[in-house]
């Protein structure tokens, strides 16, 4: 089979329909079990981080790009469903994949995958993207990289926020990257090494052309501000790994700023790994309160489920009340090499 039949049927990122009645499907579920009571409770408590003064912290794992969310992360952004997102190098490439204008493209997950490998083709599951494409856009990163000053390191969230800057000159349609740096929304990437942008920045270093250089404590140090100078945080994670762990952690690091322990106020989690593997993916909302990064008295809940279930209805559900949306006191941020915010006042 050749490469143009491999890659014919793309994916179509899913967008927003504001006219479809999702939240009185998720209401109505409140009142089932299992599963389903468990996706309406999230919905419940994300409505209450919108009415609430708080700090609303995402983390997003898996190829959820590739997988069709991108223009639900973008709705989040823009309408501040979130007010920052922390999630993999991948999901950060694929986005600038798509916001070029490249696409995702749907297969069987039964497909032979030496085959695909001698064509360039790469899958995802029941995805497949151009390896060529993609090898394109490492180098565009390097020399994105390599146009920075290199006498100093960069968090990923000001190295994102400028890679987002620069993509909206070229981009048709904004993507999470662009949305975020116009919004002036953080972006963090705490494992970006482990992603075609690190591979991209190394491929140039290794031409010998940048000397660039990540401040990941930086990063940490930020993230724990977001907790420790807002009046309160709450978060919200689709998968596991490392973007969980790095929202939840910042409740810990924060007691070093504020001499106090909090933990967050509001956490909802749609994963599908299971607690007893003793994985960080897993594990509850109820481990997390003995290490402090969850509130005693927090609002919680765990929805076990695939994310690109979960995500569209929960999204296009809070679509619905866009009055709650607007009335949302939220932080507002001051985008530079030092990350500053301000919270609106009670009144």
């Known amino acids: 089979m050749r490469k143009h039949q491999l890659l014919s049927v793309p994916t179509r990122p899913l967008a927003i ?10 209401e109505k579920m409140g009142g089932i079990s299992f599963q389903g009571r468990s996706l309406a409770t999230s919905y419940r408590i ?19 790009v590739p997988a069709g969310m991108r223009r639900l992360v973008v709705y989040m952004i823009q309408n501040r469903l979130i007010d920052c997102l922390v999630s993999t190098g991948a999901n950060f490439f694929h986005d600038l994949h798509e916001t070029i204008g490249d696409k995702h493209y749907q297969c069987s997950p039964n497909i032979d995958d030496v085959m695909l490998q001698k064509a360039l083709v790469d899958r995802m599951y029941d995805v497949l ?29 000001e190295f994102l926020y400028l890679l987002g800057k ?41 031409l010998g052309k940048n000397r660039f250089t990540f401040d990941v404590v930086g990063d940490v140090l930020e993230t724990a501000r977001l907790a420790a100078d807002s009046p309160a945080s709450a978060v919200i994670y689709f998968g596991g790994g490392t973007p969980k762990n790095f929202v939840n952690q910042t409740e810990v690091t924060a007691t070093f700023i504020r001499n ?5 106020k509001y956490a909802l989690q749609v994963i599908t790994d299971a607690a007893h593997w003793g994985g960080l993916s897993g594990c509850t909302f109820e481990e997390s309160q003995s290490w402090g990064k969850i509130a ?10 695939d994310s690109t279930i979960a995500m569209p209805m929960l999204v296009t559900a809070l679509s619905e009340f866009p009055s709650l949306i607007r009335r949302r006191k939220k932080p507002a941020f001051q985008m530079g090499r030092e990350l500053k915010f301000t919270f609106p006042s009670r009144s």
């Open 46 to 64: 994300w409505k209450d981080m919108l009415g609430d003064r708080v700090m609303i912290m995402m983390g997003m794992s898996g190829a959820m």
């Open 17 to 26: 329909d504001e006219h479809k009645n999702v939240a009185a499907l998720l």
């Open 260 to 264: 106090s322990h909090n933990g967050h």
């Open 296 to 305: 005693h008295n927090a609002k919680m809940v765990t929805v076990h489920c």
């Open 129 to 157: 993207a151009d390896e060529e494409r993609f090898r394109k856009h490492d180098a565009l990163i390097g020399r994105f990289a390599a146009s920075l000053d290199q006498s100093r390191p960069y968090t990923t969230r």
């Open 166 to 206: 620069d993509l909206g000159k070229r981009s048709k349609e904004d993507g999470i990257v662009t949305a975020a740096a116009k919004a002036e929304i953080p972006l963090y990437c705490p494992a970006i090494g482990d992603s075609s942008i690190g591979i991209g920045i190394a491929e140039n270093r290794h």
